[in-house]
């Protein structure tokens, strides 16, 4: 099983920004190249801390801090994550590096 993980933010504000819509269609686009999760787990998280920022979408352990994801967006991100393009440069870079940091060092520490 991969330890590769794609979380949606469920938060308060990325909710009323449609991110349970939005993790459907991603985690139906993925399931169709893997259907087991057998390279990726696409997951809900409760909330970045980002929320300004919504909707937040992360990968790890790629550590690509996707935000202000619409609907639009999901394809791109489908792509990125099966390796056949870049992350879409205009939904990274937005959050604070260090509300990114705090997260990845919490999804790095063991629990
Ligand atoms: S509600 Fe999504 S980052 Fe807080």
Redesign the pocket.
Known sequence: MSNRLCYV?E????TEMGSGDLFDKLRDLVKEFDPDEERIKIRRYP?????EH?V?VTLYPDKVFYSEVTEDDIPSIAAHIKGEGEAPEHLTGKCEPDVEEIIWDMLDSPY
């Open positions: 933010c938060g308060g504000d990325c909330c970045f801390g980002a929320c919504g937040n």
